[in-house]
């Protein structure tokens, strides 16, 4: 079954960091934002057996299968190869998932982070393609693809083995294109060569593309006042061919509401705004920034309870505003509620799961000499 690319939202919903309030789901938050970008015609909702430390697919199920119709929405989720122990766990994860997720099958099937090394590793070892395969052919799955955080040469190794591959997840946005760790360019071109529809995670990545700093923000607004800042980076990737769905890991109202206006009536950027780009992104490049994009992997097995990507968020922020006073205080409030920097012991669990690659015990140990 063939992707229709005119049949798909251009906004995605990624479930990946929903509001929370005391450390939970604000399911009744969820639901005013599942609302609101349903009745903007758009239906398309990613999750992922790891998202919120499991709680993803349960709370898709609240606030969205539950409330709609089943053919009215897509629901998207993953396979995680770091949970598999065994080719029998795939099918123990996939049941799993259609019982949180409260559905008989789900629309969109991927392979969780294919990358050099263990994880792709581990998908071959258990046969996992065909594995996908067979559960599209039962009707389990309805497309059939995976995210992607490995190199170029690994993408074209895994396509020319796996011709049944549907679609391609993968981190896109303008800051990324020149990345040597993402790499995502050379990815898109990839892609677009095969004709393989592309899915987008992290266009404005994690957020860090929503704020920047003011002499940038300003050749934004004197091109485009009225627009935010996130809608330059969600406009780059929507005016790139080939892009199918774009996911948005939106955490509020207002995220919804200005991502929605940025899609609803879609302007492509014209060729002076993609100038505009390449000047912010040189600026940008200029500064030097850790490459965390919140994602949260690595603080569900952290043994000392550190917050590590609000660490880096901090860190990042001072090395923009060395004087801004309020980084240290979010920093002292932070620490009441999880470990300190100086507290990382070194074990190396969030380095294995680091989609970004980030060197992350040697970056703590660079924000434990600074904040501590």
């Known amino acids: 079954m063939s992707i229709n690319l005119t049949t798909m939202p251009k906004l995605g919903f990624g479930l990946m960091r929903l509001p929370e309030r005391d450390g939970v789901i604000d399911h009744e938050h969820v639901c005013r934002m599942v609302d609101m970008y349903m009745k903007a015609g758009m239906n398309y909702f990613d999750t992922a057996y790891i998202y919120h430390g499991g709680k993803s697919e349960t709370a898709?199920?609240?606030?969205?299968?539950?409330?709609?119709?089943?053919?009215?929405?897509?629901?998207?989720?993953?396979?995680?190869?770091?949970?598999?122990?065994?080719?029998?766990?795939?099918?123990?994860?996939?049941?799993?998932?259609?019982?949180k997720a409260g559905v008989d099958f789900f629309d969109f099937y991927l392979l969780h982070s294919a990358e050099d090394g263990d994880n792709y590793d581990t998908y071959v070892k258990y046969d996992c393609f065909n594995w996908g395969l067979k559960k599209k052919a039962e009707g389990k799955i309805k497309h059939f693809g995976f995210s992607f955080h490995g190199s170029p040469e690994l993408l074209v190794e895994i396509l020319d083995a796996h011709?049944?591959?549907?679609?391609?997840?993968?981190?896109?946005?303008?800051?990324?294109?020149?990345?040597?760790?993402?790499?995502?360019?050379?990815?898109?071109?990839?892609?677009?060569?095969?004709?393989?529809?592309?899915?987008?995670?992290?266009?404005?990545?994690?957020?860090?593309?929503?704020?920047v700093d003011p002499e940038n923000e300003k050749l934004f607004k004197d091109r485009q006042p009225d627009r935010s800042v996130a809608s330059w980076a969600l406009r780059f990737v929507g005016s790139l061919p080939g892009v199918m769905t774009i996911l948005s890991g939106m955490s509020s109202e207002e995220q919804m509401a200005d991502n929605i206006k940025t899609f609803a009536d879609f302007e492509p950027l014209a060729d002076d705004e993609f100038k505009i780009i390449d000047k912010v992104t040189e600026n940008i490049l200029s500064m030097p920034q850790i490459g965390c994009t919140a994602c949260r992997y690595c603080c569900d097995g952290c043994p000392m309870n550190i917050s590590i990507p609000d660490v880096f968020r901090t860190i990042n922020t001072?090395?923009?505003?060395?004087?801004?006073?309020?980084?240290?205080?979010?920093?002292?409030?932070?620490?009441?509620?999880?470990?300190?920097?100086?507290?990382?012991?070194?074990?190396?669990?969030c380095e294995r799961v680091c989609p970004q690659h980030l060197p992350i015990i040697e970056l703590m140990k660079e924000a434990a000499g600074i904040l501590d």
């Open 60 to 99: 898709a199920r609240e606030a969205l299968v539950k409330r709609y119709p089943r053919d009215s929405f897509m629901l998207a989720t993953k396979l995680p190869a770091w949970e598999m122990k065994s080719a029998a766990d795939a099918d123990r994860i996939f049941n799993d998932q259609l019982e």
């Open 163 to 211: 011709p049944g591959t549907e679609f391609v997840q993968i981190q896109l946005n303008y800051l990324d294109r020149t990345n040597p760790v993402v790499r995502s360019q050379e990815l898109y071109e990839i892609l677009s060569k095969r004709n393989i529809p592309i899915i987008v995670m992290e266009p404005v990545r994690g957020g860090m593309l929503a704020e």
């Open 318 to 349: 001072l090395r923009r505003y060395p004087d801004d006073w309020r980084s240290k205080n979010f920093y002292a409030g932070l620490t009441t509620r999880s470990g300190k920097a100086s507290d990382c012991v070194g074990c190396g669990q």
